[in-house]
C-alpha cells in the first residue's frame, strides 16, 4: 500500500483472541471472588488463574497495537476514533461510579430516613423494627453487622489524597515534557507518577488490613461495609490498572516510541489517570468525610 493509501484507507485489523480472552479472564477472576468470599478453597485459586490470563492478555494486546503503531497504520481518521472511544469508554466509567455513588446517597439520605420513620413510610417502623436507629454509619438493624469503627477521613485516607493529586500534577508535568521534546522531563514524570500510585495501592492495602484486623469493618458489617469495600475496593482496582498502564507507556517512552505530534497512547492513559484522581475525591468527600 502507498503512502497515499495509507493515508486515506482506514486501518482494519486482523481478527483478534483479546477480546475472548479479556471477556474470559475477566469472568474467571469474578467466579473465582465469589467463591472466595463465601469460603470456598477453591476460590482463590480460580482468582490467581483469572489474573494470570488477563495479565498474558494485557501484554499480548499491548504487543500488537503497539506493533500497529510503529508501523505507521494508523491515519488521522483512526486517531480520531481512537479519542472517540477512550471518550466514551471513560464515560462509561463515570457512570459506573455514579451508579455506586447513587446507591450510597439513596441509603443515606432515603432509605434511613424512611426506616427511622421518617416520611410517608413513618406507619411501617413498628411493623419492620422499632428500635432501628437511622443514624449513618449504619450495620443494619439490631447491630446485624457487628459493632465496628467507621474508617476516618484523616489518617490514611489523607495522604492518599496528597499521593493522587500529586501525582496527577506529575503525569501533567510528563505531558508538559513530552510536548516539548525533553525525554528526561518525560521519564521522570512517568516514574514518579507510577510510584505514587503505588504507594496509594500499598496505603489502601495496609488500610484494609486495618480495618478488618482492628475495626471490624468488613463485607459483613452491614450496609456501611459493603458500601465501602465496593468504592474503595473498584477504585483500588482502577489505580493498579492505571499503573499498570504507565508502566506500558514508561516503557514506551524509554524506547523513544513517541514525539510531540505522535503520542496518543500517553494522552489515553493521562485521561484515564485524571478520571481516577477525580473518582478518589469523590470518595474521600462522600464515603471518608461525611
Known sequence: MSTTEQQTAYFIP??????????????????????????????????????????????????????????????????????????????????????????????????????GGEGYLSATREILYSQFDPAWPSQGPGALGGDFTPMGAWGIPAINTLLLLSSGATITWAHWGLKQDNQKTLIRGLTATIALGLLFVCFQAYEYFHAYAELNLTLQTGVYGSTFYMLTGFHGFHVTMGAIMLMAILGRSLKGHFSTHNHFAFEAVAWYWHFVDVVWLGLFIFVYWF
Open 14 to 115: 486482523e481478527p483478534s483472541p483479546w477480546p475472548i480472552i479479556g471477556m474470559v479472564s475477566l469472568l474467571t477472576t469474578l467466579i473465582g471472588a465469589v467463591l472466595a468470599m463465601n469460603s470456598v478453597a477453591v476460590g482463590k485459586f480460580i482468582v490467581i488463574a483469572g489474573l494470570l490470563l488477563f495479565a498474558y492478555l494485557l501484554f499480548g494486546w499491548f504487543r500488537d497495537v503497539i506493533s500497529e503503531n510503529l508501523a505507521d497504520s494508523y491515519n488521522q481518521q483512526v486517531d480520531r476514533s481512537f479519542r472517540m472511544g477512550m471518550f466514551w469508554f471513560i464515560a462509561s466509567e463515570v457512570f459506573f461510579f455514579l451508579a455506586f455513588f447513587g446507591a450510597l446517597f439513596y441509603i443515606r439520605n432515603v432509605a434511613l430516613p424512611w426506616l
